[in-house]
């Protein structure tokens, strides 16, 4: 037994790691040298689905990663605190860090690997974002050698499962919700997922990854799913696209040290290849140069996914422990201490669809021309879909133009006598 | 400059990576220590697309092999030889091997890792399969922590951009063949890719690393996409399939020792993940326990994707040359000594589509299905689809059998006097 593991949490994540390690066969055979050494538990008494002796489980978990004899400390608690600590402390005492906590990476990365250098050790992540699809080692071991221009991902797997049930079934956000609760792949308390906080998360990490900077995780705009409503999925539709939850990551076009890091729900064309991705799954697309656009697909969440990601980063520190020198692997380590410099969503190049209400006048269309024409904005289509009781409906999508001009011209609108209301308002890939 | 590279070949893939090189700007910052020390060609006089001084372009590949001051060896020339000698010469003296060359990892791998063991050193191989597409390191470094069940793989572009027309245009294969030379997407000579003999070398490749063990490529089996009709096509439209080149490696599931690995035409649910990869693209999905099903997505050709993926293997050998001690990184060696059993084809368990035309007599379907009864085939349909000229048309889709009491059963209607022929016989995924 060569490398003794300190697991932090007996959840989901570290259930499955532990099932995943106590049955090596048909796996790498380096993991036959990984001692699941100790694992710390809130509370001793819960019943386990594993079986592990006594003197390996523990309600210390400052004991673990203060062990001199423990050698990664694989952090699957979640949550801030005491995550970030116990993390901090184990990179003090020199020891490799694999975690799982998105929520912590995007906060307290910048403190994590710095401290994480001054050490010389690695804090791994691949569980942090897709789950089991393995993103974060190409992004930093194989696809760097890429200038990239995009990382668009679907990173959250409930949000995903509501809005393709949503689609499928032609219900609405609230009904597909409480039955996502009920089955499981929403939670109580759905805020971090709906609201878009999580794929926030996640986007920071792989902007960070990608781009070769640090974010702010407040400079990324976050727009969840809630005002996404069926009427919009269908006329989405009718015009050739879906609606999924976008984490996006970009190079702004017209300043090319800027980049745009943003969450919120988009039209994505039927013909795209992350609009048939459904369900609970999760996929990250990147483009660069000079690869040109390659897609990663697979389980967004689950302990047997999750499991994957965070042995496989047990395996390369194992890995690395074998031949580790003291000078750093600069694949491992992170290498930038500058932070990315991101746009405000103002300055983001899109194009939108609009849902307006309008009171059924002559000439509504023209006014709305106009004002769109006053801003700048081009449009693509406008089309009059109906009434919705006395009010007409009416759907427009622009061609690419600047949010902030975007937004300047819906302010007008919105003072129009002829406008009721403008219910949505959406981005378009 | 830390890390000298010699590379052999400066036709498409030689091309792209020496312009990645030369425009470190916005990459991994590592490769600013590579230096393309010498670039091995056949002609000197030649017209080439990057600039390079005379002393770095020589016509001498021994020499660029044996030199001392040579790290890397990156052979991006292609076919047998002199491909396979100067990368066994160039790991006796010591060099880390970077290869593109399916064609000769798939015959003579297990001779090239071999000498890689005996040597301390590397042979990287990313851009064998599936071009630029991370798909080779996942398999290593993160999937291996899986009990891997099967790996699937649309891993030719060239098939799947003429299965695609002829599934779009509704056109037949040859036409669509010729208009695909004309464009450049097929060779003058087609057999390698219309054969499924690329396809072949690669799921060679990719059975072995998911598996573990070496891989005789003449245990393969092979069948290519010639006698693909568009007739079969439409059928298997109206059934919910599209037909794909699909390189297979499957544990079989009544001998869990023995792998199934293949190349064929198959039909492939419209819903399965791989029904959407169409044209040029390739796509790779693997399969196993816990993780479920990953699948990786990109570009399979081209100089820029493939040029991503030898960098990102050059990168990986960059940064272990900086921290390499004599211990070899086991994620990086070729651990297997012994080969992996493959199961006869007759072994195989799939359900099969099949077409026959028979004279338009009472009893035929009836004679079929007793037939088929007789050797333990079971039937999910039978339809009779329409006549041509004066026979009739049935297309039958089985449900799991073993191919051999198919083939048997198959021979023995042939020999039935209602049968006209049977001109179509494909697996369904």
Do not use: W
């Not at 380096?30 to 538990?41: N, P």
């Not at 939850?245 to 702004?252: C, E, P, T």
């Amino acid at each position: 037994m060569g490398v003794k593991l300190g697991i932090l949490g007996l959840g989901t994540v570290g259930t499955g790691t532990v099932q995943l390690l106590q049955n090596v066969i048909g796996r790498h055979p380096l993991l036959q040298e990984i001692e699941i050494y100790r694992v710390g538990v809130r509370s001793l008494d819960k019943p386990r689905a594993v079986e592990l002796s006594t003197e390996i489980l523990t309600a210390n978990l400052e004991a673990i990663v203060n062990d001199p004899a423990v050698d990664i400390v694989v952090e699957v608690m979640g949550g801030l605190e005491p995550a970030r600590s116990l993390i901090l402390q184990a990179l003090k005492n020199g020891k490799h860090v694999v975690t799982a906590n998105k929520a912590v990476i995007a906060r307290f990365g910048a403190e994590i690997f710095t401290a994480a250098n001054q050490a010389g050790v690695y804090v791994m992540l691949e569980a942090a974002v897709g789950g089991g699809i393995p993103v974060i080692q190409p992004l930093k071991q194989s696809l760097s050698v890429n200038q990239i221009n995009a990382v668009t991902g679907i990173v959250n797997g409930t949000t995903n499962y509501i809005l393709t049930r949503m689609q499928t079934e032609g219900s609405n956000f609230d009904d597909v919700l409480a039955d996502a609760q009920r089955l499981g792949y929403a939670e109580a308390d759905p805020t971090a997922d709906v609201d878009g906080l999580d794929a926030a998360d996640k986007i920071a990490i792989l902007a960070s990854l990608g781009f070769g900077g640090r974010i702010h995780l407040e400079d990324v705009y976050c727009e969840g799913i809630r005002q996404v409503s069926k009427t919009d999925i269908a006329y989405a539709e009718k015009l050739g696209f879906v609606i999924k939850l976008l984490a996006i990551a970009k190079r702004q076009s017209n300043k090319n040290s800027q980049l745009s890091v943003r969450v919120h729900p988009t039209l994505v064309s039927k013909t795209h290849p992350l609009a048939s991705i459904n369900g609970v799954y999760n996929a990250i697309l990147v483009e660069g140069e000079p690869i040109g656009q390659v897609m990663f697909f697979g389980p967004g969440a689950g302990a047997g996914a999750t499991a994957s990601a965070v042995s496989s980063d047990i395996l390369n520190l194992a890995a690395t422990l074998q031949t580790s020198t003291a000078n750093p692997n600069p694949l491992f380590t992170c290498g930038h201490d500058d932070y990315c410099e991101i746009a405000p969503i103002a300055e983001l190049v899109t194009r939108f669809y609009t849902r307006f209400l309008t009171k059924d006048q002559p000439g509504v269309i023209g006014k709305l021309g106009t004002c769109f024409g006053n801003y700048g904005v081009s449009l693509e289509s406008v089309v009059q879909t109906g009434f919705q009781e006395k009010l007409a409906e009416i759907v427009v999508v622009t061609h690419d133009v600047r949010e902030g001009d975007f937004r300047q011209a819906l302010a007008e609108i919105r003072d129009l006598p002829a406008i009721d209301s403008i219910p949505s308002l959406l981005r378009v890939l």
